[in-house]
Each structure stands twice: as C-alpha cells, then as structure tokens.
C-alpha cells in the first residue's frame, strides 16, 4: 500500500457544496468511474470464499404511488399488479443465483433492507411472496435486523401485521416535513395527518424500532416551517429521527424547474441547512435524544444498533438484489442494470444482472471505510491499524491537518473525531480525502 508521508502544509477546504448535484456519499470511490470491464473482477470474487463477516442483503423495490420532485432513487409509477409480481419473483430468482455461488453458498445473512422506492406500495401477499422466496434462497436464521422502508398514505394496518409477521425489525418511514403547503409544493403525496395516523399504526404493531425521516431545506421552505416540523416530531417521538439536507440531483423533476426557472420557490443555501439541521439537533437534544451520526438522533444509545449501515461502512459484505442496486463483495462495488427490462431479460436468462462494478485497490478499500466511518462522526485509528496494517493519522496526515485547522476535527493516536461544525457538512469534506484521481470526477 502506497502511504503519503505526513506533510507540514495545509490543503484548500473542498468548495462549497454545488447548487445541484448529489451531497450526500453512499459509495467509494464515485459510482461514475464503475465500470462494465471490472464485472469480470465481481465474478471472480464470487467465486471465492472470501470473507467470513456478516453478509447483508439490500432489496430494491422500485414502485411509488408518485414521483417526489427532489426524488433521485430509480422508481416506477402506476404499475400494474402483475408487473409487480413479475418483479418479485425476479428478485427471489436473482437471490437463488447469488445462493449458488461459492462467497454466498450457506453463508449466514445479518441484516435484510427493503429499500426504495416505497416497499409499502406492495400487497401482504406480494410482501410474504418476497420474504418467503428469499428465505427458501438463502436461511434468515441468523439475521439481526430487517428494515422495511414506507411512505405515510401507503400504510395500512393488515399490512404492517405482515411486516411484523415475516420478521421485520425495523421500520423507517419518510416524513420530511409536518406543513401540507409544503410537502405539496415538493411534489409529496401525503399529508400531515397521514404521517399521525400511519405513525400509530405503526406504534400498535410493536417493531422493534421506528425511524422517521426529515428532509431539511425542502424547496420555500422557510426557518418557521422547520422549526415547527421539528416540533412535531418530537411530539410524535420516535424511536429515531434521521434528517437528510436536501439535494437537487441532476435527474429530478427540481432540477429540470430549476433549468426552466419554474421552481415553486426558494432553495436555502447550504450554510442554511447546516444551521438549520444544527436547530434540530440541538432541539432533539433537549427533548432527551442522542446524536449518534451526521443525519440520525436516537432516543436510547444503549438500544441503539442500525446493521445496515454500520456492517456496510464498516467493509463488511452486501448483495444489492433488484433494479439498479448496488452492493459490495470481497472488495468490489457492482450495480444492476438500471432499467426494469434490461434487469428482469437478465435474470431471465440466468444471468446476474450486473452492469458495472469496480475492484478497490487495498489502499482504496481503506480510503472508503475511513471516509464511511467519519459520517459516522469519528473513528478508532487503532482499528485501522489492525485491519490495513497502516497508520491513518500519517496517510492522512494533511488533510487532517487541515480539518483541524478549520476547527472541524480533532484528532490523536486514539480517535479522530469531527466536531459539531464538522459533522454538519460531512459528506462535503469527504472528497478531500479521496484519491487524487476521484477528486474531480462526477459522483454518478
Ligand atoms: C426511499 S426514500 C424513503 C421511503 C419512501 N419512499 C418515502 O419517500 O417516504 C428515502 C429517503 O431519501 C430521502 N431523499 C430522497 N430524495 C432526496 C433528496 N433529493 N435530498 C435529500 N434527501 C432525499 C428522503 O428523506 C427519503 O425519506
Ligand atoms: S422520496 Fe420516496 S415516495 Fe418519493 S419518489 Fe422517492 S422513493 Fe418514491
């Protein structure tokens, strides 16, 4: 591994996040350099037993009853019953691929995430359809956590019995702001009240835990509005609040009005959001919540343990099943084909429908669990030391340099740890640590 030695300058504070374009940072390095060549390097890992961490399963579910002007995620609208169906049982059939593949052949699954799209516009029978095809596949007996992502008008009472009885855990649903003007004014399909009643619904099942998402800086979104979602929020308390700033990606319905100068109103700087989210946080503090990463505050740290996220920042293992997914194994990024037909002629015919991937080099694979675990607002140098051999506080040692000189870090041989200031604009500081070859480059 390739390490810079430890340098007395300081480096320029990446810009300002842009108007449009994605902020926050899901993968490493950016999706835009996958490539189809490197599909042959996933195969390859496939084929070897490679690792004996925790292997997770993502579930994409690609139906809305609406498209959400900010919405970048693939998702379909207004499809027909059987279209659905036919989905479904391509996701089981790509999941019996997986399972015949050496480094995922009898290997035990820690988590499972229905993500979207809204997985709750499928039926009970659709939902027990998946979960039980995808279980025959590959045993759930060890799974620790099972997240099913909903949107408020699409939850119903019978459905949520469902949830609970194939095993879900975890229920995350999409809020993002308590103002009927403006969840209209965004493109959103519910309303406020929908949000309650969907909420003790909800509460009646018994999950396990219940996060609610929050999205800060909606378009004409002014301070009041949040101030006040915010309180409503906390009135409703749940288990866990996440509040991601929002973002204009270029393939959204936001950024074509933006283009034509017909946005339905204001879009709040980033330094805005920031003050805002630090509102919410500093609000959710006082109400008795703890802030655990760069988006999310939890009621009890103690219960507190979302796998999804730490298992996949932490290196371990994911299978992304369904259209356009993405997942990582045994050091390579894949993504699915990205269009319905062109995912399900795939599966059809036996094959993965992988379109691209990327092998990370040992020195990117630790660039992307170091940048990973920093959204998590710090991080144990020694546990790097253990996992790459490597001294983090010297690879990195400019840019750490820097960050603390821009009092948005603090850092030592036990910890490097972002500061309030720091934690609040993350995912805009990342690229600083990237390999010099990614730090241009688009994100998707
Ligand atoms: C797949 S959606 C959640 C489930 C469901 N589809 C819903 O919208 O209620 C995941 C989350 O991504 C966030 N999100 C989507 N587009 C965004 C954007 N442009 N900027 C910031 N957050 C966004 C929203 O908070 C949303 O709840
Ligand atoms: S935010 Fe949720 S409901 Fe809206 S389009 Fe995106 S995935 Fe669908």
């Given at each position: 591994m390739t390490v810079c030695a430890t340098a007395s300058t300081t480096l320029p504070l990446?810009?300002?996040?842009?108007?449009?374009?994605?902020?926050?940072?899901?993968?490493?390095?950016?999706?835009?350099?996958?490539?189809?060549?490197?599909v042959s390097a996933f195969e390859s890992a496939l084929s070897e037993w490679s690792s004996t961490t925790p292997l997770g399963v993502y579930v994409h579910?690609?139906?809305?009853?609406k498209k959400c002007d900010y919405c970048y995620y693939l998702s379909y609208i207004g499809q027909k019953p059987e279209v659905v169906d036919r989905y479904i049982d391509s996701v089981v059939r790509e999941m019996v691929l997986y399972a015949e593949r050496p480094a995922v052949n009898g290997r035990p699954i820690s988590f499972v995430y229905f993500g979207g799209?809204?997985?709750?516009?499928?039926?009970s029978s659709q939902v027990r359809r998946l979960g039980n095809g995808l279980r025959s596949a590959l045993?759930?007996?060890?799974?620790?956590e099972v997240t099913f992502e909903c949107a408020p008008r699409s939850v119903r009472r019978d459905f949520l019995e469902t949830l609970f009885e194939i095993g879900v855990t975890r229920l995350s649903m999409g809020v993002?702001?308590?103002?009927n003007i403006l969840l209209k004014l965004n493109g959103r399909i519910h309303l406020a009240e929908d949000v309650r009643r969907a909420y003790r619904e909800i509460q009646q099942t018994g999950f396990d835990w219940v996060n609610l998402d929050l999205m800060v800086g909606l378009i004409g979104e002014t301070r009041a509005q949040w101030r006040d979602s915010v309180r409503q929020m906390i009135e409703l308390s749940p288990d866990s609040v996440t509040i991601y700033q929002t973002e204009i990606p270029y393939n959204t319905q936001l950024y074509s009005d933006l283009k034509t100068n017909r946005l339905p109103g204001a879009v709040a700087s980033w330094a805005e959001k920031r003050e805002r989210l630090s509102y919410a946080f500093g609000k959710l503090n006082g109400a008795g919540?703890?802030?655990?990463?760069?988006y999310a505050a939890v009621k009890d740290p103690a219960r507190h343990r979302f796998r999804y996220q730490d298992y996949l920042w932490h290196g371990h293992d994911m299978l992304g099943l369904g259209v356009a997914s993405f997942g990582y194994l045994g050091g390579v990024h894949y993504q699915n084909a990205a269009t319905l037909e062109s995912y399900e002629s795939a599966v059809a015919e036996g094959f993965l429908p992988v379109k691209r991937a990327y092998r990370l080099s040992d020195y990117d694979q630790l660039v992307r669990e170091f940048i990973l675990q920093l959204k998590l607002g710090g991080l144990n140098p020694t546990d790097f030391r253990n996992k790459f051999g490597v001294d983090i506080l010297e690879v990195f040692g400019t840019q750490l340099k820097t960050l603390a000189a821009a009092r948005l870090l603090t850092y030592s041989a036990s910890s490097v740890l972002l500061t309030n200031e720091g934690l609040l604009q993350v995912d805009r500081l990342l690229p600083l640590f990237y390999n010099a070859q990614y730090q241009e480059v688009r994100y998707t």
């Open positions: 990446p810009a300002e996040e842009p108007v449009v374009g994605n902020y926050f940072v899901a993968a490493y390095p950016p999706f835009s350099v996958w490539n189809p060549d490197d579910v690609p139906f809305c009853q799209g809204t997985p709750s516009t499928l039926t045993a759930w007996d060890a799974v620790e993002q702001s308590f103002d919540y703890t802030v655990v990463n760069a």
